[in-house]
């Protein structure tokens, strides 16, 4: 592995707003610090959060790139103090506090893995953001049981493919919501029990049908708006509600009393302000219990499209238009 440039390619945002804003720019390789690696990028997937960013509404923590970007593959180019885990030349996906969309990006050593047996790069950058979010959300948080109904709202998305494969694979049942016949027969070919079209079905009747009437487990929601009232309404006694995002709007009336009769936890949480000690441990989880099901082809990565790195306007108009089944990647 040679010496990193001393610049690097990189997209910015040059002003909070729509895709135009994503620039092509030449800016410093990063080096990394104490506990870091930095990474020569081979790809980098897009994601909301990316989107959130770009519009003004989602800054990155404290002392990170302003780049957008939290998830990548690639080769090490270079590793900061005290970093016993990598050298020069290792194969490795990252969950990244930001910097993605670009030629090198800074990732701490415990948040970086191994590419998972049988994925190429492309693949590899469309895991770090979606599984650890997944396992946080629906086997942390949610505390995912075999047996144990799951619905996941968004099934065709990045997030929703990942949810359904996991959810199976661990022995629940799964029902997905999504907006066309294609992405419902695309849910059911991924695993899941029963695809519900929420655009000409009511997902509550269907998933209290498709229970027995008993309501579901666990729900994992990214929609949050009228959609959380109505996930009370669809959940079991003692379920279990997570929110990963408000894409029909963050303020929300529900009903306390039903939630209270039916002993429901609501609870959310996002991923990119925890410590790197919380990142470490999600990263251990899924290096032990994930990465062998990926490896053996239990669980698939589900990729819609990609682009080059200079083509990420057209990522991210890609991914606001909801037509996608799966992840959209960057390729530098």
């Not at 410093?28 to 909301?48: C, D, E, F, H, Y």
């Not at 948040?111 to 599984?131: C, H, I, K, R, Y």
């Not at 919380?278 to 990465?291: D, I, N, P, T």
Request: charged share 20%; hydrophobic share 45%.
């Amino acid at each position: 592995m040679q010496t990193p440039p001393p610049d690097m390619i990189a997209v910015a945002i040059t002003t909070p707003g729509g895709p135009d804003v994503l620039k092509a720019t030449t800016l410093p390789t990063p080096r990394p610090g104490a506990g870091q690696v930095l990474v020569k990028v081979a790809a980098a997937g897009v994601n909301r959060p990316d989107v959130a960013q770009r519009m003004g509404h989602y800054p990155p923590p404290p002392g990170h790139s302003p780049l957008p970007g939290l998830e990548i593959a690639g080769e090490v180019a270079a590793t900061g103090e005290g970093v016993s885990r990598w050298t020069p030349g290792d194969k490795v996906c990252a969950l990244v506090n930001g910097g993605g969309y670009a030629q090198f990006c800074i990732a701490e050593e415990t948040s970086t893995l191994p590419v998972p047996a049988g994925l190429d790069m492309v693949q590899a950058a469309a895991v770090p953001e979606t599984f650890f979010t997944v396992w946080n959300n629906v086997f942390v948080r949610g505390r995912l049981a075999a047996g144990e109904w799951f619905l996941v709202h968004g099934g065709s998305s990045g997030i929703g493919t990942t949810a359904i494969q996991l959810a199976r694979s661990f022995g629940a049942r799964v029902l997905a919501t999504a907006g066309s016949a294609g992405k419902c027969k695309a849910c059911l070919d991924l695993g899941a029990d029963r695809a519900i079209d929420y655009k000409t079905e009511d997902f509550v009747a269907a998933a209290k049908q498709a229970t027995g009437g008993k309501g579901v487990d666990v729900i994992l929601d990214m929609v949050g708006g009228d959609y959380t009232d109505k996930n009370i309404v669809a959940a079991a006694e003692d379920g279990r509600i997570v929110q990963i995002a408000t894409l029909g709007g963050a303020d929300v009336k529900i009903n306390l009393a039903r939630l209270m009769v039916k002993r429901v936890t609501l609870t959310g949480s996002t991923l990119r302000p925890r410590t790197r000690e919380v990142k470490a441990g999600f990263a251990r989880a899924l290096e032990e219990k994930v990465w062998p099901l990926i490896g053996a082809g239990k669980v698939k990565v589900v990729m819609d499209a990609t682009f080059p790195l200079a083509q990420a306007a057209e990522a991210h108009r890609r991914l606001e238009t909801s037509q996608h089944i799966g992840k959209i990647v960057l390729t530098v």
